[in-house]
């Protein structure tokens, strides 16, 4: 069974909203960026514009392995709290249902993981920025094997 999955919008609130295929970290970066690997076509861009009340997207998540991430943020900066992030790994047994005020998403075949935050020395020796972003916290998570040494970790 190949990996699906099927969202709709409740609200305007995101300013982005992507699905990508992870196969990496960059450290160097945070954000979109720091996640390597290949943007799903599922989700259209919309070009800086944010996504309408009652957008829907569907269909097979392409490169489901190792990782998939469905980020969606809700501007300004403070706003991080309604934010959504979504990572997952194929596993053709799970399903995962995510309903907020702004968004509602089924995945099948994909078991969602938890994002852990950073361990306290190494948010201490990187920018905000970085060391608040969950899909930095993501990448640190999964590739060990991709962290740059800093002097805290």
């Known amino acids: 069974m190949e990996p699906t999955i099927k969202l ?6 995101f300013q982005f909203l992507w699905l990508k295929h992870v196969s990496g970290f960059d450290q160097r970066h945070h954000c979109y960026d ?3 690997g290949k943007r799903s076509e599922i989700i259209r861009l919309n070009a800086w514009k944010k996504y309408p ?3 829907a997207a569907e269909g ?4 489901p392995g190792p990782y998939a991430y469905l980020c ?7 706003g991080i709290t309604a934010n959504v992030h979504i990572l997952m790994e194929p596993d053709e047994t ?3 249902t995510y309903e907020d005020a702004n968004i509602r998403v089924v995945v099948t075949g ?7 935050p950073l361990p306290e020395e190494v948010q201490r020796a990187l920018p905000e920025l970085y060391s608040r972003c969950r899909n930095f916290q993501a990448g640190w998570q999964l590739f060990p094997q991709h962290r740059i040494p800093t002097e805290a970790a």
Request: hydrophobic share 45%.
């Open 60 to 63: 097979k998540i392409e490169e």
């Open 94 to 96: 799970s399903e995962i």
């Open 53 to 55: 009340a009652g957008f």
């Open 72 to 78: 969606g943020v809700v501007p300004p900066a403070t």
């Open 8 to 13: 709709v919008t409740k609200t305007n609130a």
């Open 110 to 116: 994909m078991r969602r993981l938890v994002i852990q």
């Open 34 to 36: 720091c996640l390597v």
